[in-house]
């Protein structure tokens, strides 16, 4: 989440999300057109690629 902020702040987007434990769930999407937009896949890049220059695990 950390890593993903400043991006969250650049684009003026912030997603849904709540970190508990050692899990983070996100949830995407632009409200006021109801559904996903290239805001949403701009952020989504960013958190993939936060997640892997950290590493995850299933």
Known sequence: ???VAPTADELDHHP???NVY???SV???THDVGGI???DLRLAEAMNA??????TRN
């Not at 936060?50 to 590493?55: F, R």
Request: a negative charge; zero cysteines; proline letters at 0%.
């Open 27 to 29: 949830e995407l999407s």
């Open 50 to 55: 936060a997640a892997h220059e950290v590493g």
């Open 37 to 39: 937009t290239e805001l």
């Open 22 to 24: 050692d899990r983070v």
């Open 16 to 18: 849904v999300w709540e």
């Open 1 to 3: 989440m950390a890593k």
